[in-house]
């Protein structure tokens, strides 16, 4: 028994020792923690921030493009960061937050106690421990969390410090939306914003519950929970649906309301912000080369360094109108898609597809000629390789990704040489679009090609290719300028002849008319209407070249380039669409040029308007040749070849020309439009520009190089190649009322000297078609003419 009590005190002293270590164990561990604690508050693990860094924390803010309706058209950035207040949050969008990332976040201090006691106590089985305050000290000062665990220990005391200096700065509000901010979705999505952006196509207050708690599922991983990412759908679905038991766990829903969610599948409105892809990319493009010249003339005064457009979190305010891009981009697709399989078909029979009458040494020289100036040429010729090795580099075959209208998301991979890769991509037809309000000179759409990841080339501002029977508004403005013609007044349209000599002619010239049908008297606004070669060079030879070029100029057209000679009459000049659209603004607003306007304003991060956009503007047409213009081009719409826009068309609906080529048909317009179809040689390029009183839109289609044409006129011209997606735009615009475009007359001038009612300028003639009742020098020319 004695033996057993010796025991039994032995053991006991045993615990005792052991209880004594555990402690003493216990205590060095505590005191170990806090000395680590105090070795890193007193920075021997590295800096820590101090209190500056901690009230502006080092983020880079992306340029942020804002159209005029208010939308996010895209932005300008290293990291795509745009942030947001807490009054931008939806409830749901903090609760979901709240009760999924850290219950207890409005209670502690940013170190959370029990949970930091349960992760410990299980290893982090049942929960981690971090809060959105950790996490945000996380986000903000470890650029990396280190794999070694000594290592990471020392990073984890660091952020529990950073995080109590976080607490004590900020509110438990700015605690979530920085975090919020500062969180990277993946995808460019860099923040809250940018995330509803990008996935939804909405700001973060337009998310609905089930948008909001998907945002928050990816917050745990956002590659692992990726709703975009067809390997992680399914992942998504089911952490956002545990989004929800939480927020039910904590009160913020009802057992009801989450059943029913979670019948909801995920929907997303995907809107890449990548520079090449998304919407309204050329004109970002051409957007990004104007702001960098503004940028280096403007000091920010916080760096006292120029403006940085990728990381200052500028705000440029652009007169784009979100809801027209859209509509304008969805038109240009629906119609090139289409028109370039015609083409592609009728390619079929051509030997020397895509191009035509040209010969092989043509052809072979202008793939020679387009291989030296591809972006591959240039990265080989940086790095040294000898001329012969590159070109040989040309003709062997590699994986590629080609752009195809046919292919899913217009993408395909494939295998072939980067020389089949050019001669490929040159068949391709291409276009521009660009609207402009006329009153104020705001362009409310550009599209400047067809696909911008593939084909860079901007066929609005950048391109310049010859005008064709669009030019010839510029030539009749001039003729009802100088000699006060009226759109009633007749001519003959036998074949005319200006002798060499006579205007800057070397030699004699008589154009032609593409169907070769003479011997009519016709008006001036038929001859307009029909684009009569043979009436516009009568004008030409009445006025003069020269005066042309002067009107030219006054509406906006660059002229260097632009020789005196009356063949100038059928548009030979070349132009790009940026100044044809702002010259035809002058006839839709009464005479008067606006400057095409993109941006209204910038401003800095703090809102502080940096820039404001003064308008430009100026007289340079007479109000009455402005509209007796639009009279004559109404013609063009109401018995030329435009004439199709109001279901009215020497072609029969139904056909198959209709139903694979003439896109959104029939249009049905019933309200007053003027325009012209242009068509240039060999039907290199067709051009349209209409325009309603309040809106003007031109457009222009084309292949890279003008061998590369449709062989007909049929499918050639620009009543085809340009005017369906005119039409289709407007079809769009009209079925939107809150853009508020005009169906509207338009304005007619007081007092108005020239008449434009052909009843009664025939009255007035006394029934006589070629006397004018003008000057006598009109009247002299008129019998020179005859």
Not at 403 to 415: Q, S
Not at 483 to 494: Q, V
């Amino acid at each position: 028994m004695a033996a057993t009590k010796a025991q039994i005190g032995k053991e006991n002293e045993e615990k005792k020792k052991n209880i004594s270590l555990f402690w003493k164990l216990y205590a060095l561990s505590i005191g170990l923690l806090i000395l680590l604690f105090l070795l890193a508050a007193w920075e021997v693990f590295g800096d820590l921030p101090d209190h500056t860094a901690l009230e502006n924390p080092q983020t880079e803010l992306a340029t942020e493009i804002v159209t005029a309706d208010g939308k996010t058209l895209g932005s300008f950035y290293n990291e795509n960061r745009k942030p947001v207040k807490f009054d931008d949050l939806p409830t749901h969008l903090v609760d979901a937050l709240v009760s999924t990332e850290d219950e207890r976040f409005w209670d502690h201090s940013g170190i959370d106690g029990y949970g930091t006691t349960r992760a410990a106590v299980y290893l982090g089985s049942k929960g981690g421990a971090s809060t959105i305050t950790q996490q945000l000290a996380k986000l903000y000062f470890t650029e990396e969390a280190s794999k070694n665990k000594l290592v990471r220990g020392i990073q984890k005391i660091r952020e529990w410090i950073i995080t109590s200096r976080l607490e004590k700065q900020y509110t438990k509000e700015e605690i979530i939306t920085q975090y919020l901010n500062e969180f990277d979705f993946l995808k460019q999505a860099i923040g809250i914003r940018s995330a509803a952006n990008i996935y939804f196509g909405k700001e973060p207050k337009q998310l609905n519950v089930s948008e909001s708690a998907v945002l928050v599922a990816m917050l745990k991983n956002p590659r692992q929970f990726n709703p975009y990412r067809e390997i992680s759908k399914e992942k998504s679905l089911q952490r956002r649906n545990q989004v929800f038991v939480q927020m039910v766990r904590n009160n913020k829903m009802t057992e009801e309301v989450k059943d029913s969610l979670k019948q909801i599948p995920i929907k997303l409105d995907y809107n890449s912000a990548s520079h090449s892809e998304g919407m309204g990319t050329y004109f970002r493009e051409h957007l990004r080369s104007e702001l960098k010249s503004w940028a280096k003339d403007h000091i920010n005064p916080e760096t006292g360094e120029p403006f940085n457009l990728y990381n200052d979190g500028l705000k440029i305010n652009v007169t784009i109108d979100h809801r027209m891009q859209k509509m304008a981009e969805e038109a240009v697709y629906a119609h090139m898609e289409r028109l370039q399989a015609e083409f592609d078909h009728q390619q079929k029979r051509n030997k020397t597809a895509p191009f035509t009458d040209i010969t092989d040494e043509q052809i072979e020289s202008t793939l020679r000629s387009a291989m030296k100036r591809s972006e591959r040429w240039r990265q080989m010729k940086a790095k040294g390789i000898k001329e012969a090795d590159i070109v040989k580099s040309f003709n062997v075959k590699t994986d590629m990704t080609v752009f195809d209208w046919k292919a899913e998301f217009r993408e395909r991979d494939t295998v072939m040489t980067p020389m089949d890769s050019i001669r490929y991509y040159k068949r391709f037809l291409h276009t521009g679009l660009m609207s402009l309000e006329p009153q104020t000179g705001h362009v409310k759409a550009w599209v400047g090609g067809i696909n911008h990841k593939h084909f860079k080339f901007d066929h609005v501002e950048t391109g310049r290719r010859q005008a064709g029977s669009t030019f010839k508004p510029f030539l009749y403005s001039t003729a009802i300028d100088l000699l006060h013609y009226s759109p009633c007044k007749e001519y003959p349209d036998g074949e005319y002849t200006i002798p060499a000599g006579k205007h800057g002619n070397t030699k004699d010239w008589t154009p032609k008319d593409s169907n070769g049908d003479y011997g009519n008297l016709m008006t001036l606004q038929e001859a307009l209407a029909k684009s009569k070669n043979t009436i516009s060079a009568r004008l030409m030879d009445q006025v003069g070249p020269q005066p042309v070029i002067d009107r030219a100029a006054q509406l906006g057209i660059n002229i260097e380039n632009i020789d005196a000679v009356p063949s100038l009459a059928l548009g030979t000049a070349d132009v790009s669409l940026y100044e044809m659209v702002g010259a035809y603004g002058v006839f839709a607003n009464g005479g008067i040029y606006n400057t095409p306007v993109l941006v209204t304003s910038i401003e800095d991060k703090n809102g502080t308007i940096l820039f404001q956009y003064v308008p430009e503007s100026r007289d340079v047409m007479n109000p009455e040749t402005a509209y007796v213009t639009v009279s004559l081009m109404e013609g063009v719409t109401r018995i030329g070849s435009g004439a199709k826009l109001r279901g009215n068309s020497t072609w029969a609906a139904g056909t198959d020309f209709y139903k694979e080529v003439i896109t959104d048909y029939p249009y049905d317009f019933k309200n007053d439009i003027a325009g012209k179809t242009g068509t240039t040689q060999n039907n290199s390029d067709g051009w349209f520009m209409g325009m309603v009183p309040n809106l003007v839109t031109g457009v222009w289609v084309g292949g890279e190089d003008r061998s590369v044409h449709f062989k007909s006129t049929k499918y050639g011209q620009g009543a085809t190649m340009a005017l369906p997606i005119w039409g289709s735009f407007m079809k769009r615009v009209y079925a939107d009322e809150t853009l508020e475009v005009s169906k509207e007359p338009f304005k007619k001038p007081e007092n108005l000297s020239i008449e434009t009612d052909c009843d009664e300028y025939q009255k007035n003639q006394g029934g006589d078609p070629l006397k004018t009742g003008n000057s006598e020098n009109d009247s002299s020319n008129e019998l020179d003419m005859i």
